[in-house]
Nanobody, 127 residues
Framework: QAQLVESGGGSVQTGGSLRLSCGAS????????MGWFRQIQGKEREWVAS????????YYADSVKGRFTVSQEKDKKMWYLQMSNLKPEDTATYYC????????????????????WGQGTQVTVSS
């Protein structure tokens, strides 16, 4: 069983940057993916990015590609989402999630295929 804790959220202006961190306790399997999702209240959770823990392969939603970077420090059980050139539409609560399926096409984008979730951290981007 794993427990995840996100940090690093906050308020920035358009064009600013933030780095979200996700610390894990318990076992994180290298054969699975760590994912980042975001959710606006009243809307469905949206996949943002994932990293295959074993190989470090990264995957991004089109809406964040080129602006966000996911990385990891496996020995420290830390995962990061570096967010740059932030836009107001990036405003949401961001979650990290572990034990996501790794399939032939890469990490799953489906939230119900990740097992453990953090509590979320709020990111607000003002124009």
């Amino acid at each position: 069983q794993a427990q995840l804790v996100e940090s690093g959220g906050g308020s920035v202006q358009t064009g600013g940057s933030l780095r979200l961190s996700c610390g894990a306790s318990g076992h994180i399997f290298s054969s699975y993916c760590m994912g980042w999702f975001r959710q606006i209240q009243g809307k469905e959770r949206e996949w943002v990015a994932s990293i295959f823990v074993g190989g470090g392969n990264t995957y991004y939603a089109d809406s964040v590609k080129g602006r966000f970077t996911v990385s990891q420090e496996k020995d420290k059980k830390m995962w990061y989402l570096q967010m740059s050139n932030l836009k107001p539409e990036d405003t949401a609560t961001y979650y990290c999630a572990s034990d996501g399926f790794f399939e032939r096409g890469g990490c799953t984008m489906k939230d119900n295929e990740y097992t453990y979730w953090g509590q979320g951290t709020q990111v607000t981007v003002s124009s």
